[in-house]
């Protein structure tokens, strides 16, 4: 995949799943609570495209970015991954769908 300026890469080294939800909290505004029961560490690359913040809103021609060739967080957690976020209020539980 070739990421264009603004996509991200996420590279984690010997983390558990108990250290990635924070981060993954942080990157969706929200708690994130793993509820994966993987144990273990993981080594890891995620590139996805970050959220589009305002200036990218319908009706607005300021600044509109060119659409990202990465695909979203969530997206790229399920297919890079094999992990899920799923909301339920007031947090978001991340679920493994397969193993990494």
């Known amino acids: ?3 264009r ?3 991200l890469r ?3 080294n010997k983390i558990t799943m108990a ?4 981060f993954l909290g942080q990157s ?4 994130v609570v ?3 029961e993987l144990t273990g560490v993981f080594d890891f690359t995620l590139e996805f495209a970050p959220e589009l913040g305002p200036a990218s809103q319908p009706g607005s ?3 509109v970015p060119d659409p990202p060739v990465a695909p979203s967080l969530f997206t790229a957690l399920q297919e890079q991954l094999g992990l899920k976020l799923e909301p339920q209020k007031p947090v978001l539980k991340m679920f493994s769908s397969s193993i990494m």
């Open 5 to 7: 300026p603004g996509d």
């Open 28 to 31: 969706v505004d929200r708690t």
């Open 1 to 3: 995949m070739n990421l």
């Open 61 to 63: 021609t300021a600044g």
């Open 19 to 22: 250290m990635l939800a924070p």
């Open 10 to 12: 996420e590279t984690g």
């Open 34 to 36: 793993d509820r994966t």
